[in-house]
């Protein structure tokens, strides 16, 4: 079956096209270049991994609760609607709130790639455009690895949020260099890790999900130091003018990546009450505390990169989510990248103990 087949509503068309500004920019000069970046970039180069081999596809996983995340995750949990369902119900709602969840993962990771092609072709130093290429293998990698998941194991998938596609324009259409970094390294990867990891944490131990995430975080926080090396400096060097219009798109697009998370689709693909399930999301501390952790990320970063003026102070104060700029960024990061070390230590040690037990029994047969 096609992909058209598994959407719960098939988009009129299966392609997009948005008008991409700016200028493509070569560079004559292939010595020099920051050593950080050169650094990421050998990393980058390191770390490339295959979808198809180190993640554990034959693993099981329930169509019913793809993630294996427990109901208090679910955004309806302890409503009304959540209440007056029987099991069949709730099984669904489980499989279509965390479809929904995964085709936006989906479908913003396409959008990394073509925005990591896009700095690969607008950056004027020879030494990010290195870097960038080897995002956009992650991104490819990215996209395989989530739509096998949603093919394979869920067999359902939704179509791009319109607050994520909204941005996505938003960012690709502006000619100004900076402006992917800012809208897809900083912003929507930013936001894209703390969600990850919230699912990675909460997914069962041994799931396929949990490895998935894990490894595909390894990648992101690369991405996200990639962003904050590349601005830091450059936005230094702003104009007042200049920094205000950054400022300004931080501010719109962290509305519009709140609002993301709602998930309305899924309300009225299931037949739901959509106005009484949006405002049981808006208002359950639950939903509040991890719409605020969403922006654990993107908050210190923006600090660090200057981007720090009253008008997205005021933002962040109003979304409840100000002090997280005196988080440790750089020791988030190095968690996040971890976490996929961990695991793969784990699987390790199992295999050889697997190995260690197969031969005592061949010794014993012989």
């Given at each position: 079956?096609?992909?058209?087949?598994?959407?719960?509503?098939?988009?009129?068309?299966?392609?997009?096209?948005?008008?991409?500004a700016?200028?493509?920019r070569?560079?004559?000069?292939?010595?020099?270049?920051?050593?950080?970046?050169?650094?990421?970039?050998?990393?980058?180069?390191?770390?490339?991994w295959?979808?198809?081999s180190?993640?554990?596809?034959?693993?099981?996983?329930?169509?019913?609760?793809p993630i294996?995340?427990?109901?208090?995750?679910?955004?309806?949990?302890g409503?009304?609607?959540?209440?007056?369902?029987?099991?069949?119900?709730?099984?669904?709602?489980?499989?279509?709130?965390?479809?929904?969840?995964?085709?936006?993962?989906?479908?913003?990771e396409?959008?990394?790639?073509?925005?990591?092609?896009k700095?690969?072709?607008?950056?004027?130093?020879?030494?990010?455009?290195?870097?960038?290429?080897t995002?956009?293998?992650?991104?490819a990698?990215?996209?395989?690895?989530?739509s096998?998941?949603l093919?394979?194991?869920?067999?359902?998938?939704?179509?791009?949020?319109t607050?994520?596609?909204?941005?996505?324009?938003?960012?690709?259409?502006?000619?100004?260099?900076?402006?992917?970094?800012?809208?897809?390294q900083?912003?929507?990867?930013?936001?894209a890790?703390?969600?990850?990891?919230?699912?990675?944490?909460?997914?069962?131990?041994?799931?396929?999900?949990?490895?998935?995430?894990?490894?595909?975080?390894?990648?992101?926080?690369?991405?996200?130091?990639?962003?904050r090396?590349?601005?830091?400096?450059?936005?230094?060097?702003l104009?007042?003018a200049?920094?205000?219009?950054?400022?300004?798109f931080?501010v719109?697009?962290?509305?519009?990546?709140?609002?993301?998370?709602?998930?309305?689709?899924?309300?009225?693909?299931?037949?739901?009450?959509?106005?009484?399930?949006s405002e049981?999301?808006?208002?359950?501390?639950?939903?509040?505390?991890?719409?605020?952790?969403?922006?654990?990320?993107?908050?210190?970063?923006?600090?660090?990169?200057?981007?720090?003026?009253?008008?997205?102070?005021?933002?962040?104060?109003?979304?409840?989510?100000?002090?997280?700029?005196?988080?440790?960024?750089?020791?988030?990061?190095?968690?996040?990248?971890?976490?996929?070390?961990?695991?793969?230590?784990?699987?390790?040690?199992?295999?050889?103990?697997?190995?260690?037990?197969?031969?005592?029994?061949?010794?014993g047969?012989?």
């Open positions: 079956m096609t992909t058209r087949d598994k959407y719960t509503a098939a988009p009129e068309s299966l392609s997009w096209e948005v008008p991409i700016g200028s493509a070569f560079n004559w000069e292939y010595d020099q270049g920051r050593a950080r970046l050169l650094s990421l970039y050998q990393k980058g180069k390191d770390k490339q295959d979808a198809q180190r993640i554990d596809w034959s693993k099981d996983v329930d169509p019913m609760n294996g995340l427990p109901d208090e995750f679910h955004p309806l949990f409503s009304p609607m959540w209440e007056a369902a029987d099991e069949k119900r709730r099984a669904e709602m489980r499989r279509h709130s965390q479809a929904w969840q995964f085709s936006q993962f989906l479908h913003g396409q959008g990394a790639m073509v925005c990591a092609a700095i690969v072709e607008v950056v004027p130093d020879v030494d990010a455009k290195f870097y960038a290429a995002q956009a293998m992650d991104e990698r990215h996209v395989e690895a989530f096998r998941f093919h394979e194991k869920v067999g359902l998938v939704y179509p791009i949020n607050n994520l596609s909204a941005l996505l324009e938003d960012t690709l259409r502006d000619s100004r260099w900076d402006m992917p970094y800012l809208g897809m900083v912003l929507i990867e930013g936001l890790l703390a969600a990850f990891g919230v699912q990675r944490d909460l997914a069962r131990p041994d799931s396929l999900a949990k490895q998935l995430l894990a490894y595909v975080m390894q990648d992101e926080a690369r991405h996200v130091a990639f962003g090396i590349s601005l830091k400096d450059y936005y230094s060097e104009t007042t200049e920094r205000d219009e950054r400022e300004e931080v719109e697009a962290c509305y519009l990546m709140r609002d993301r998370f709602r998930g309305e689709e899924v309300f009225e693909t299931l037949g739901l009450d959509v106005k009484a399930c049981w999301v808006e208002t359950a501390p639950m939903m509040s505390q991890f719409r605020a952790h969403l922006f654990s990320r993107i908050v210190p970063i923006v600090k660090d990169i200057g981007l720090w003026g009253d008008k997205v102070q005021k933002a962040f104060r109003d979304m409840g989510v100000i002090e997280m700029g005196n988080s440790d960024i750089d020791a988030l990061m190095r968690a996040d990248e971890e976490q996929a070390e961990a695991l793969d230590k784990a699987h390790a040690d199992m295999a050889r103990r697997a190995a260690e037990v197969d031969a005592v029994i061949a010794a047969a012989g």
